[in-house]
């Protein structure tokens, strides 16, 4: 049986928060030693098949995945899909459905920190994304990244030694959060409908994050997931803290859930989270991810 460390929860620059391209993490991976790992980009699949490509060159085995924003009971819910048939239409449908809603809510957090007389232009948003839809972190990153910004007494927080290296998180909390000033309701598609469409693409539906503080996933929320189809649980993850770590590690094995590993490595939006830092994704997890594909 094939062995060696995976990772599962990767984002390449064709998510819009992302730094490196997916060639790029490939190669970090075979150098730093893992047998497989998934590029699991926001909402999109635009890193295949380049990530396949390099995958082949580098004899690192490459796990096609996309990480989808949902929404359940009024909460944001990502949802990875390894395995999924990234060239179907309906995998098409569900990048364009969520874009929709990305680029509407882009706006309306531009306009909402304009309100609050913030420096930031939707046209200076629009032309950085590069065709991606920005999510909350990439805007803030842009705004924070102007020169004019760093003038602007308002932001100096942002800037200090303390707040510098996770600033564009800080601003998201700050004010893109529910009950933060530039907040707007989130309107994604319903996670139950993801999961169901999992299935559909040859994918299995792993739940991301679940302690992640604005999903904050219970008990009870699982059993009704897995009921509706979730194969399984990112349990290892920065997110979580070890009482976390140990909460979803229990619930996994309580409910047949596949616990899987993954760093959510983006780059500088999160610098804490270095490339290979979380070891505690194994092989075994991807075989028995793979014995839940529906196509068996």
């Known amino acids: 049986m094939k062995t060696g460390f995976v990772d599962l929860h990767i984002h390449s620059n064709r998510s819009s928060d992302g730094d490196f391209p997916p060639a790029d993490l490939v190669r970090m991976a075979a150098e730093a030693g893992f047998a497989a790992i998934a590029i699991a980009d926001h ?38 899909m390894p395995f999924l048939d990234w060239t179907s239409e309906r995998v098409a449908r569900i990048v364009t459905r969520v874009a929709e809603s990305r680029w509407a809510e882009a706006r309306q957090r531009v306009a909402n920190l304009r309100s609050l007389g913030v420096g930031i232009a939707w046209e200076e948003v629009e032309a950085a ?26 932001l100096a927080k942002y800037y200090d ?25 989130k309107r994604h598609i319903p996670l139950l409908e993801v ?10 539906a792993v739940l991301s ?18 009921n509706a189809g ?37 780059g500088r939006v999160k610098p804490h989270v270095a490339f290979g830092s979380v070891k505690d994704g194994r092989y075994e ?8 594909r529906p196509s068996r």
């Not at 999961?195 to 299995?204: P, R, S």
């Open 43 to 80: 909402d999109t699949v635009a890193a295949y098949p380049e990530a396949l490509d390099a995958g082949q060159k580098e004899g690192v085995e490459v796990i096609p995945n996309m990480e989808v924003t949902t929404m359940y009971e009024d909460r944001e819910f990502h949802v990875q």
């Open 129 to 154: 994304s590069s065709g991606l839809a920005p999510l909350g972190v990439t805007i803030a990153r842009l705004l924070l990244d102007k020169p004019e910004s760093k003038r602007d007494p308002s």
């Open 161 to 185: 030694a303390e707040g510098r290296p996770l600033a564009p998180a800080f601003f998201y909390r700050d004010f893109f959060v529910d009950g933060a000033p530039a907040y707007v309701p």
């Open 195 to 204: 999961i169901a469409e999992a299935a559909l693409v040859g994918a299995v």
């Open 209 to 226: 994050h679940p302690g992640a503080y604005f999903q904050n996933t219970t008990s009870r929320d699982l059993v009704r997931l897995k």
């Open 230 to 266: 979730l194969a399984g649980l990112e349990v290892f993850t920065p997110y979580h803290e070890d009482e976390q770590t140990r909460f979803y590690a229990e619930e996994a094995r309580r409910l047949d859930l596949v616990p899987t590993a993954g760093s959510d490595f983006h």
């Open 285 to 292: 997890m991807v075989e028995a991810l793979r014995e839940r």
